[in-house]
């Protein structure tokens, strides 16, 4: 089933298209080395319940994945690929 369905269904809430998320850990924004906020943009955003998901949908796993992954888990987000 297609995210947009399951919105129409009721099975998820608050769907965002493309959410962009900007890291901080320890009260300190992530910055590159020419001083830009290290950013993500994902495909999704969703509520499945009271779980927050990001979900992107690449149709494979990508070579950053496990460190997108271990970011998400410090943000107490729940995340995907898929």
Request: hydrophobic residues 40%.
């Amino acid at each position: 089933m297609i995210i947009a369905q399951k919105a129409e269904d009721g099975e998820i809430s608050h769907l965002a298209v493309h959410p962009q998320f900007f890291f901080v850990i320890d009260g300190e924004q992530l910055k590159h080395d020419n001083g830009r906020r290290v950013g993500y943009k994902a495909d999704f955003q969703f509520f499945e319940g009271d779980l927050n998901v990001v979900e992107d949908c690449k149709g494979m796993v990508t070579s950053d994945w496990p460190l997108r992954k271990s970011v998400f888990k410090l943000c107490s987000l729940s995340s995907r690929s898929g």
